[in-house]
């Protein structure tokens, strides 16, 4: 069984490499936690209890409308923290969002109190957690600038092409959420995609027939007619 040091050491050698005793009564202070697939971590309206620093796995943080239609914020990977996370217990606010596992995770999970003890006693710490935090949540301002100026067609093949396999197993809900639309929205596109030839449908799978082409289009600031 692989230790929690080792674990330390393998992603987040940062916290090692400081050296600063607060550090070590943190790492001390946190609980490895494993949380299955598919499960949800916390919800609109619940309580921050503590902070997560992600091991393996990933977890998925979106917005659900009150019709049901969900909108991705941000994944959270392993050496990372969760934006919403650290502003809820800044803050002391509730959550406004969900965040659910993508895979199966592991995390190291400082309670509240030892976490606002190292915001006060640790420079490094509070470094990390506002580094963290602000990297974050530009890329989160930069994902609802692309939502609200950019083309759906442009960012569905953006997307296509971002997943990065010539096959592409997820569903239409998936990419609908992922960028933020609707399911019928990325449907009539990706029939018209089908239509041209650049990619071929079938159930459960999307395979990229011309990435070329696609990869024009993510480039273009100007929507299919």
Known sequence: MISH?????????????????????LMDAASLVKVPAHQQLFYPGSQCEKYLLVVEGSVKTQLISDQGREMLLY??????????????????????AEGVTEAEVKAFALPAQAFYRGMEQSAFFREFVFKNFATRLS??????ESIV???IDMRLSQLLL???TPIIHKTHQELAAELGSAREVVSRHLKRFETYGWIKITRGSI?????AALYELSRS????K
């Open 75 to 96: 994944h959270v990977h392993p050496g990372d923290s969760c934006v919403l996370t650290t502003s809820c217990l800044l803050s002391g606010d509730r959550y406004p």
């Open 207 to 211: 395979e990229i027939m011309n990435s």
């Open 162 to 164: 971002t997943l990065n």
């Open 221 to 224: 600031d100007k929507a299919l």
């Open 149 to 151: 100026f950019n083309p």
């Open 139 to 144: 890329h989160v301002i930069q994902r609802i």
């Open 5 to 25: 040091q080792s674990l330390w050491e393998a992603t987040f050698p940062q916290f090692i490499a400081a050296k600063e005793p607060m550090l070590q009564a």
